[in-house]
């Protein structure tokens, strides 16, 4: 059933940033929603073999960066390599969110979250997070959709 499920639900695909004491990093997530207006909650779901989601539990917040056509390279680079052996941003420029979360100069926008809620869903972590800071930083660009195995 999994082939339906991901011809049936399609995604967004954003660069998911933290900061810790030590480290900044960031991987590639597609499984991230919105999912309250009142407060304005977000949700990632995070498998707990991903560098990222240690690293968010140690710092208690989180940034969402939006991608676009035109960035598109950075869903490989950040996608397919962990932050334990490499330095993700080395080639990457960014500045600091109001919490620290680093946020790629090049997004589409960026959201930074608190982590409020941590949940177990089956093999991945929910993570829930309030949005205390957000940009758009590009006015003239739609972000890019993961659909099925690819995205656009
Ligand atoms: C298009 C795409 C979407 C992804 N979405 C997610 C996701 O939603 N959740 C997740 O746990 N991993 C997701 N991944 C896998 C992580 O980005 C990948 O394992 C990454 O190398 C983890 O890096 P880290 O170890 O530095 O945290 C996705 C990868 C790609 C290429």
Same mark, same amino acid.
């Given at each position: 059933?999994?082939?339906?499920?991901?011809?049936?639900?399609?995604?967004? &695909? !954003?660069? &998911?940033?933290?900061?810790?004491?030590?480290?900044? +990093?960031?991987?590639?997530?597609? $499984?991230?929603?919105?999912?309250?207006?009142? *407060?304005?909650?977000?949700?990632?779901?995070?498998? *707990?073999?991903?560098?990222?989601? +240690?690293?968010?539990?140690?710092?208690?917040?989180? /940034?969402?960066?939006?991608?676009?056509?035109?960035?598109?390279?950075? %869903?490989? /680079?950040?996608?397919?390599?962990?932050?334990?052996? &490499?330095?993700?941003?080395?080639?990457?420029? !960014?500045?600091? %969110?109001?919490?620290?979360? *680093?946020?790629?100069?090049?997004? =589409?926008?960026?959201?930074?979250?608190?982590?409020? +809620?941590?949940?177990?869903?089956?093999?991945?972590? =929910?993570?829930?997070?309030?949005?205390? %800071?957000?940009?758009?930083?590009?006015?003239?660009? &739609? *972000? =890019?959709?993961?659909? $099925?195995?690819? !995205?656009?």
């Amino acid at each position: 059933m999994q082939d339906i499920v991901s011809k049936g639900i399609s995604h967004g &695909v !954003y660069i &998911v940033t933290v900061r810790t004491k030590e480290r900044i +990093n960031g991987m590639t997530a597609a $499984w991230v929603s919105q999912v309250s207006f009142q *407060p304005l909650l977000l949700m990632l779901s995070i498998a *707990p073999a991903r560098f990222t989601h +240690n690293l968010i539990k140690e710092s208690g917040y989180f /940034a969402v960066n939006t991608l676009d056509k035109d960035i598109q390279n950075l %869903a490989a /680079a950040f996608g397919f390599k962990s932050g334990r052996k &490499v330095d993700k941003f080395q080639n990457v420029p !960014y500045f600091d %969110a109001p919490n620290g979360s *680093p946020i790629i100069e090049s997004a =589409l926008a960026f959201l930074e979250c608190k982590v409020v +809620n941590m949940f177990t869903a089956g093999d991945h972590t =929910l993570f829930v997070g309030e949005v205390v %800071a957000a940009k758009l930083l590009k006015e003239d660009k &739609v *972000p =890019l959709i993961f659909h $099925w195995d690819d !995205y656009f």
